[in-house]
């Protein structure tokens, strides 16, 4: 079993960043590829970001493509998302996920969640 604790969100002007942690606990983190999800009111969820297990494989949805970063520091068990060039837009509650496919979109293991909120 995974635990997963999200921090890093808040209020940001748009054009401002942000940077979202997840810390894992219970499991063997490396052995696990994450996710970055998040959900906007009256939206389906979409996933951000994803990394493999050892961070060499990484993809982003085309609507952050060069504005957010994704990766893992797996001495910490923690995955990160450096979030630029905020818009209104990318505001939505945030998850962090984990499973054993990096190819896959069903996680296994979910956060709570972390508000961002992006004014203009």
């Known amino acids: 079993q995974v635990q997963l604790v999200e921090s890093g969100g808040g209020l940001v002007q748009a054009g401002g960043s942000l940077r979202l942690s997840c810390a894992a606990s219970?499991?063997?983190?490396?052995?696990?590829?994450m996710g970055w999800l998040r959900q906007a009111p009256g939206k389906e969820r979409e996933i951000v970001a994803r990394i493999s297990e050892l961070g060499r494989r990484t993809t982003y949805v085309d609507s952050v493509k060069g504005r957010f970063t994704i990766s893992r520091d797996n001495a910490k068990n923690t995955v990160y998302l450096q979030m630029n060039s905020l818009k209104p837009e990318d505001t939505a509650v945030y998850y962090c996920?984990?499973?054993?496919?990096?190819?896959?979109?069903?996680?296994?293991?979910w956060g709570q969640g972390t508000q961002v909120t992006v004014s203009s």
């Open positions: 219970g499991g063997s983190f490396s052995t696990y590829a």
């Open positions: 996920a984990a499973h054993k496919d990096f190819r896959s979109n069903a996680y296994d293991y």
